[in-house]
């Protein structure tokens, strides 16, 4: 990650590219193919230009939005709070794809 980008908050392109990265693994954890999260997180990072374990922290707090709004997360991305509250409305702007994924029983929301 660039000096630059130490400490800032996270762009909304930034948080778009992670929660379709999020879901992509999603869907592949799904289906039962395979998948390596870590190349998940270099290929962000070489994006987003944030570290791969800056990805892997988003994922883990994108997991915290999800089991706030009573979902299923990704295996091995333990729930992390404190997450921007970007990242939550992004989330919800993919509902749709969201309960293709099959994630969502009675999804709450967050207020």
């Not at 400490?7 to 395979?34: H, I």
């Not at 729930?79 to 992004?90: I, S």
Request: hydrophobic letters at 40%.
């Amino acid at each position: 990650m660039s000096d630059a980008l130490r400490g800032t908050d996270w762009t909304k392109s930034e948080v778009r590219l992670c929660v379709a990265g999020y879901l992509d693994l999603f869907e592949k954890q799904n289906a039962k193919e395979p998948f390596v999260k870590a190349q998940v997180y270099r290929d962000l990072a070489q994006q987003t230009g944030r570290t791969a374990s800056s990805i892997e922290f988003k994922f883990q707090n994108i997991s915290a939005v999800l089991n706030e709004m009573g979902l299923d997360w990704l295996t091995g991305l333990a729930p992390l709070p404190h997450f921007q509250r970007l990242l939550a409305e992004t989330i919800n702007e993919n509902e749709v794809r969201v309960r293709a994924l099959g994630t969502i029983s009675d999804a709450k929301g967050l207020e």
